[in-house]
């Protein structure tokens, strides 16, 4: 009778054990969450079904079983596939991957708010041992997850913080997916060019005639080589605008020279070419560098003549650049949305480079422009100087090393206050003779933009330092010289 009774009283402890949550443990990480499906004996608790909800717009789910590792740069590809298909679509979506031998490959079960097709689960757990929950393109501040009569759920709600690494990556990949593509289209271009009645070409070269009389490089047509020397001149005519120095034979470069006469270089027109120096011609007559002109390469020192010239954004991004002097004598082009005038700081840029360290505004000039710098993770000192007024919003933003900044060459942190500080400038400014005195310390006031309308302001300053270990002290005496509170 006794092991009667105690069998059932084991019974029902059991049922009671069974029938109650069972909290799972969950990990914080750089680009979400994860989701331990093990007991403190590393059983698996649940083997049914996944319940998912989330105020976020896009959530990936991925399933993993034991000794499964997720490839991050993979995992970003794959998200920014799907964000550059389907950007414009704004309804709740959930999808599932599981990750077989490194791949991540999607799951049966796919939910959409609109349609509510969920059929009460979003995948089989078939004995996974955790779920990396990504809310990417959200923003997460609370979470719950727990097993309960096999079933797990996951709740998930918004917050002003949101996950860097994993967006970051994306972001490159989007531009990488972007670049290979524009690549692709470029050489379908340049056949037809090739194929055009009215281009000329020679053993190294295809050109045609532009509406000035001179003539326009439309592309490259030999083999690769250490120095790549364009013309001054072809048949006597003289050369100034370069198109583009792609080829159908994927040829590459590792110096390129600028003759003088050239006064343009087009869009994507050195994308990728492996390119590790640029050298200007002296006297060079450059006028416009586009967007993109030089991005991807290997470049490790900006040579752009001191002149006035315009430069287009990313002209120079993702190259081994360690530090760039900005001269008073260069005007910079940066995108905008239309209508409204935010700075996305994925969306324009002077130079974007992981390998830049320090830069250096010359004396004269007086804007940081939008997005300039930003994402520089490895930009540790910026030296402004005494005429600088104006800060582009996002123009700094996340570079998570820059901790050194340097006014009218005086090293900001090393001041004991901000009096001190506009005494020391104030006498720089004499001895320089940049202004008269009278402008100093409305320093930065131009960077204050009026009270209604400053996110359409791209000189609001907004966001500028965003992200930036800023010394404490720095910042106050940035404060006092005019900058927002929301520059960082």
Not at 48 to 56: G, P, T
Not at 373 to 392: A, W
């Amino acid at each position: 009778m006794k092991r009667i009774i105690c069998f059932l009283l084991a019974s029902l402890v059991t049922l009671f054990l069974f029938a109650k949550e069972i909290p799972l443990k969950v990990t914080e990480t750089e680009w979400g969450f994860e989701v331990s499906n093990l007991d403190q004996k590393g059983k698996i608790i649940c083997k049914d079904s996944l319940i998912f909800k989330s105020d976020s717009i896009r959530n990936y789910i991925i399933l993993r079983k034991k000794g499964d590792t997720v490839n991050l740069e993979k995992l970003a590809e794959l998200i920014a596939i799907e964000e550059m298909t389907y950007k414009d679509r704004t309804a709740q979506t959930i999808y599932v991957y599981t990750v077989e031998n490194g791949n991540i490959i999607p799951a049966r079960y796919n939910y959409n708010s609109n349609t509510g097709e969920t059929n009460g689960t979003y995948g089989q757990m078939n004995n996974y041992e955790s779920f990396m929950i990504v809310p990417y393109n959200s923003k997460i501040k609370s979470y719950k997850a727990f097993s309960e009569r096999n079933d797990f759920y996951f709740i998930a709600n918004e917050t002003e913080s949101e996950k860097q690494l994993l967006k970051t990556l994306v972001e490159k990949k989007k531009i990488e997916i972007e670049n290979k593509k524009a690549i692709e289209e470029k050489k379908d271009l340049l056949k037809q060019i090739i194929a055009h009645k009215d281009t000329y070409k020679n053993d190294s070269f295809a050109y045609q005639m532009n509406s000035s009389g001179s003539l326009t490089i439309a592309c490259y047509l030999g083999e690769s080589k250490d120095v790549l020397e364009i013309p001054n001149e072809i048949e006597g005519i003289p050369v100034n605008v370069i198109f583009s120095m792609q080829s159908l034979t994927d040829a590459k470069f590792k110096t390129v020279v600028i003759p003088k006469n050239i006064v343009e270089i087009r869009e994507d027109a050195f994308v990728n070419l492996g390119i590790e120096n640029v050298v200007f011609e002296k006297g060079s007559e450059i006028q416009a560098i586009d967007q993109n002109a030089f991005r991807y390469n290997n470049i490790t020192e900006l040579n752009i003549p001191r002149k006035e010239l315009t430069i287009y954004f990313d002209a120079f991004s993702d190259n081994n650049i360690k530090k760039v002097t900005v001269y008073k004598d260069w005007q910079f082009v940066y995108r905008k949305r239309a209508g409204y005038f935010y700075i996305n700081d994925s969306e324009t840029a002077f130079i974007r480079s992981d390998s830049l360290e320090e830069v250096v505004f010359e004396e004269g000039c007086i804007a940081v422009y939008p997005a300039m710098f930003s994402y520089c993770k490895n930009l540790k000192k910026v030296s402004l100087p005494s005429t600088m007024r104006k800060f582009g919003q996002n123009g700094f933003a996340g570079c998570e090393s820059l901790s050194e900044l340097v006014f009218a060459g005086i090293p900001i942190a090393e001041v004991e206050d901000y009096n001190t500080f506009a005494a020391q400038t104030e006498k720089y400014i004499k001895e320089n003779g940049n202004q008269t005195s009278d402008n100093i310390m409305a320093p930065f006031a131009a960077a204050v933009a009026a009270k209604y309308g400053r996110e359409t302001d791209p000189t609001s300053a907004i966001g500028c330092f965003r992200n930036c270990p800023i010394p404490l002290k720095t910042k106050r005496i940035l404060l006092q010289m005019g900058l927002p509170n929301d520059a960082f």
